[in-house]
C-alpha cells in the first residue's frame, strides 16, 4: 500500500497533456479493480433493533466481508446476524466494549483483512460513507481514519447530541489535539477505518476492555508514527442508539486525561508504559509500504 500520496506524478504537467476522456469515460472500462481485502468489523450488544438497518447503508461491494462480535446480547443479535449472512464471534460473557473490539481486529487479521473499518451496529453513524474513508487510506493519504461527528455545533445539536457531551466532546478533542499534536474534529468517534499495519504494530491487546480503549488505542497510533485523518459523518441520536450515560461519560472524559498525561510521562522517560511497546517497528511499516509502492 503505498506510504504517501503521488510521490511520483504521473506525468510532467509542463511537458505533457492528459486527455480529458479518460476522465470521462466509462466508470467499468477506468476503473481499476480494488487491490486491498476490506473487512468491516461490528462489536455489538443487543443490538437486534437496528443491525439490518446499519447493513442496508453500506453501498454494494464497499467490503468484502462483515464481521460481527458479540458481546453476551440478551436479544435476538446473533441469530439475527447468522440469518443475514455475517460472520458471527459470540463472547458467552460481556468483556467490555475495549474486549469486544480487541476479538474484532483479531478476527479481520486472521481473515486477511488489508484495510478494517470498525462501526457500531447501532444506526447512529451513516454507514454510506464506508467507501470514502477507505478510499482515503487506499490513497496512502492516511493510515487511520475517523469519521468525525461534529461538522458544525448546530449539525451535531441537532442530530440529537446532548449539549452537555457535546460541550465534553469540544473540550476533550482540543486538549488531546494540543497534546498530541494532531487536529482531529472528533477524537471520540464510533466509526474507524484502519490500514492493517496499524493493527500489527500497536499492542491494542494491552489497552483497557472499556470504553476508554478508542483512547488508548489513538494515543497508540500516534505515539507510533502513524498518520491520523478524519471525514465528517452523519449521525442520528435515538433511543436504540448505544450512548453512555452522564456518569459513564464523565469517568471516560477522567480516564481519557490520564491516558494522554501518562503517554507524556512516558515520553519524557518519567513512567515507563508496556502499552507503548509496539509489537513490531513502525519504521519498518513505512519503509515497507513505500517499497510495496515502487514495484506496483
Known amino acids: 500500500m503505498p506510504a504517501t500520496l503521488l510521490k511520483t506524478p504521473p506525468l510532467n504537467p509542463i511537458h505533457e497533456s492528459f486527455p480529458v476522456e479518460r476522465i470521462l469515460g466509462t466508470p467499468q472500462a477506468t476503473l481499476p479493480a480494488r487491490q486491498h481485502k476490506i473487512i468491516a468489523v461490528l462489536p455489538a450488544y443487543n443490538a437486534e433493533k437496528t443491525l439490518a438497518a446499519t447493513l442496508a ?15 453476551g446480547s440478551k436479544d435476538r443479535t446473533v441469530e439475527l446476524a447468522r440469518e443475514m449472512g455475517l460472520t458471527v464471534i459470540v463472547h458467552p460473557q460481556n468483556r467490555g466494549y475495549g474486549g469486544n473490539q480487541k476479538t474484532c481486529y483479531a478476527t479481520a487479521l486472521e481473515k486477511g483483512a488489508d484495510i478494517v473499518v470498525m462501526i457500531h451496529p447501532d444506526y447512529q453513524y451513516d454507514s454510506r460513507v464506508i467507501p470514502h474513508a477507505v478510499g482515503i487510506i487506499e490513497l496512502g493519504i492516511c493510515d487511520v481514519v475517523l469519521g468525525s461527528r461534529i461538522r458544525s455545533r448546530h449539525e451535531a445539536i441537532d442530530s440529537g447530541m446532548p449539549w452537555w457531551k457535546y460541550i465534553a466532546n469540544r473540550a476533550l478533542t482540543a486538549f488531546e489535539n494540543f497534546a498530541l499534536g494532531q487536529n482531529l474534529g472528533d477524537f471520540h468517534s464510533g466509526f474507524r477505518v484502519y490500514r492493517r499495519e496499524v493493527l500489527e504494530t500497536i499492542a491494542y491487546e494491552r489497552n483497557s476492555d472499556d470504553f476508554v480503549f478508542d483512547t488508548q488505542f489513538l494515543v497508540q497510533t500516534v505515539d507510533a508514527g502513524f498518520r491520523l485523518g478524519d471525514i465528517p459523518v452523519p449521525v442520528r441520536y435515538f433511543k436504540e442508539a448505544s450512548s453512555i450515560n452522564f456518569r459513564r461519560s464523565l469517568k471516560y472524559g477522567i480516564t481519557t486525561m490520564t491516558t494522554v498525561g501518562r503517554y507524556w510521562l512516558h515520553r519524557l522517560r518519567l513512567w515507563r508504559s508496556a502499552r507503548y511497546q509496539h509489537k513490531r517497528n513502525p519504521k519498518s511499516n513505512r519503509a515497507s509500504a513505500a517499497e510495496t509502492s515502487a514495484h506496483s
Open 57 to 71: 447503508d453500506i453501498p454494494p461491494g464497499a467490503v468484502d466481508e462483515l464481521i460481527l462480535v458479540d458481546d
